[in-house]
């Protein structure tokens, strides 16, 4: 008989990653079988000041799991009783990697995660890291993302903000210990908005004592529709952190179609779990924003960042120690100036 023309009734899923293929085909043969083989769940993060390749390998040698490597930088470990799923990421001096672990019991899953972190050892980094999960339109138009850890280590100078009264170090606790969810951050680039983001990041994470979770887009085609959204509220991020807002966050009377969505959840599921949106743009007048993501009771401050003057900035390299800087008098200067000076 021929099935040409049978209509297909079976489940269809996408995946893009053979790690995951495997883990699926497994769980639904058990499912058929009435078994439960993985019901147990870990994540296993960790920051290390080793070469990634070379830690990567170590795992993949080790006789206590089968070891498949997809490329440089993923891996699948297959055991009796857990499957691991290992992805990692190279950074100028260390290295960040995640371990999705599946067991057959938790003894099971704790001995994997126990293995997992002995093989990182004394590179092991102990300092606060917060992650940055970065979200993404494919060319699918499917919403995508990849997490990257990072070291809470921002070093913050008061001459460098002299537009934040009361010092930087104040202004996080405050803008963390208040009820308000919204912090804008506008200004030319190079002024120190990004530095001041990892910053509130880290405090974040000290707070905790676990890295805190941000999720993150610069692209604005990912905010067209409510899925990045439902996955913050859904999720465990501590923060929604959005670079290059121009767009979104001028006035709707002026056409600008997504900022209901953040006016939405800003004063709503979000504000009640203590969660926080940083916005942060190149706009340059303070009129330029919407007046409702301002108001009062939503939004904790609008901070605008500048160039400093001549004399500021010899005063901000004589503090951080960066000889190389000579400031022009009749000139503004930016905070990316001084620090590349520092190097």
């Keep these: 008989m021929s099935h040409e023309n049978k209509p297909f009734s079976g489940l269809t899923k ?66 009796e009783g857990f499957f691991v799923s290992a992805y990692g990421n190279r950074k100028a001096d260390y290295c960040s990697c995640i371990f999705h672990v599946w067991a057959a019991g938790v003894a099971r899953a704790e001995e994997a995660k126990a293995r997992i972190l002995a093989k990182a050892g004394s590179t092991l980094i102990t300092e606060p890291m917060f992650s940055i999960e970065w979200n993404f339109l494919t060319s699918r138009g499917d919403l995508e993302s990849a997490v990257i850890d990072e070291m809470a280590n921002e070093v913050l100078h008061d001459r460098a903000y002299p537009e934040i009264k009361g010092g930087v170090r104040a202004f996080i606790d405050r803008y963390l210990d208040a009820p308000e969810t919204v912090l804008v951050l506008q200004g030319p680039p190079g002024t120190g908005k990004t530095r001041l983001v990892r910053a509130i990041l880290g405090e974040m994470s000290r707070r905790k004592g676990e890295p805190a979770q941000a999720l993150y887009t610069g692209d604005m085609k990912a905010l067209a529709s409510d899925e990045i959204f439902v996955k913050f509220i859904t999720g465990w991020h501590d923060a929604f952190v959005v670079e290059d807002a121009d767009h979104l966050l001028k006035p709707r009377a002026d056409g600008n179609e997504h900022l209901h969505r953040f006016l939405t959840i800003a004063d709503g599921v979000v504000r009640s779990q203590g969660r926080k949106i940083i916005f942060s743009t190149n706009l340059p007048n303070v009129g330029d924003l919407d007046d409702a993501l301002v108001r009062p009771g939503r939004c904790f401050a609008r901070i605008h960042v500048r160039n400093l003057t ?13 000889p190389g800087f000579a400031a022009e008098e009749g000139r503004r200067h930016s905070l990316a100036e001084i620090y590349r000076a520092l190097r």
């Design 14 to 79: 996408r995946v893009n990653f053979l790690a995951d293929l495997v883990l699926q085909n497994r769980i639904a043969g058990a499912l058929e079988q009435g078994a439960a083989r993985y019901p147990i769940y870990r994540v296993v993060r960790f920051a290390a000041r080793i070469e990634l390749e070379v830690l990567l390998d170590a795992f993949a040698l080790d006789g206590f799991w089968r070891a498949e490597r997809i490329h440089a930088e993923a891996l699948i470990l297959d055991g």
């Design 310 to 322: 001549a004399a500021e900035a010899r005063a901000l390299a004589e503090e951080i120690g960066s």
